[in-house]
């Protein structure tokens, strides 16, 4: 079990974890408020997800409510929240304490989500207060986005077209250059910041094309928490890796 207690506010060097081949790829699996992703589904679809064999990260960004029950029910998947506020203890009514998080079994977090937007000083902010082995993944709507996200350092840098999160048509076929020119635009900002892509990526064609654009892995949301059978579509997902 990965220990998820440490609290030790970091300045200093990220980025992802080096992996040595396609198939250590990251697959991100945002719960967001799904009514099939929440509360024991929500913890249903984590024990899903641990229970795929794949050399791939799976990853569970869950809602703030359910992070306890999600790492309870699924103590070896990796946990992420689905957004961060950079703030201590205190006088912070309605906000999310990292600290807290990190204490319940959080062991990353998105920001920025296109969903939940935050200035470039939250992000920076609570890239400041985390600790060392908490990784952020900032997300951009475009390249211009994704490069100001990348001049911070997170561990990663996800790219989501907005128009075409939740829908059919994966952003690696409805639009690849924004994938590839993402990719090399970031790698220019810091060598030190993996590249993950979403909107629309549904199957393991898609995160194939995703990897072969030059990102690290997927960003993906519906395409797993609104399938009828959850486990298959997992499946699916890292079937070409």
Not at 68 to 74: D, N, Q, R, T
Not at 172 to 179: E, L
């Amino acid at each position: 079990m990965r220990n998820r207690s440490l609290f030790n506010p970091r300045h200093g060097q990220r980025g992802p974890a080096t992996r040595d081949t396609v198939s250590d790829c990251l697959v991100v699996v945002n719960f967001k408020t799904y009514q099939t992703a929440h509360g024991a589904s929500a913890e249903e679809l984590a024990v899903a997800m641990s229970g795929i064999e794949t050399n791939a990260r799976m990853i569970a960004a869950v809602s703030a409510l359910d992070l306890a029950a999600v790492v309870a029910a699924a103590p070896d998947l990796e946990v992420w929240c689905q957004h961060l506020d950079p703030v201590g203890f205190g006088s912070n009514t309605g906000w999310l304490h990292p600290e807290t998080a990190i204490e319940r079994g959080a062991t990353g977090t998105l920001i920025n989500h296109a969903e939940h937007k935050v200035s470039i000083e939250h992000v920076a902010m609570l890239l400041d207060q985390v600790p060392e082995g908490f990784e952020v993944c900032a997300c951009a709507a475009d390249i211009d986005e994704a490069m100001a996200m990348a001049a911070l350092v997170p561990n990663y840098v996800a790219v989501e077209p907005p128009e075409l999160i939740g829908g059919d048509t994966s952003v690696t076929n409805a639009d690849p250059d924004i994938v590839s020119d993402t990719a090399a635009a970031v790698r220019e900002v810091s060598d030190e910041v993996g590249i993950l892509c979403g909107a629309g990526v549904k199957t393991g064609a898609d995160v194939a094309k995703a990897i072969e654009l030059g990102t690290t892995g997927v960003l993906l949301a519906s395409g797993v928490t609104k399938a009828d059978d959850p486990a298959a579509a997992l499946s699916g997902l890292i079937s070409e890796l």
